[in-house]
């Protein structure tokens, strides 16, 4: 089973190498989106989209408030974890 996080494209760090600066939780890190870029859209088009992060990879574009419903979800999940002996 594959888990996607959402997160958002801050910047791009390198149009050539495909990889981004994303946002996820507060936390930033560096990311490859060339599979998005794949059918030729043009990477500075992504900045401030939301993708599914997996394993430091954009897999797919999602919408805000798939992102918001899948972070929210993940909360819950997390706070069931903390809450069990």
Do not use: Y
């Amino acid at each position: 089973m594959c888990l996607g996080i959402p997160a958002r494209i801050v910047s791009i760090v390198d149009v050539d190498a495909g990889l981004a600066l994303a946002e996820t939780a507060g936390v930033r890190r560096q990311i490859n989106i060339a599979l998005l870029a794949a059918d030729g859209r043009a990477l500075s088009t992504l900045v401030g989209k939301w993708v599914l992060l997996h394993v430091g990879f954009a897999m797919a574009l999602i919408d805000q408030q798939e992102a918001d419903r899948t972070l929210a979800l993940l909360a819950q999940i997390e706070q069931r974890e903390c809450d069990e002996p």
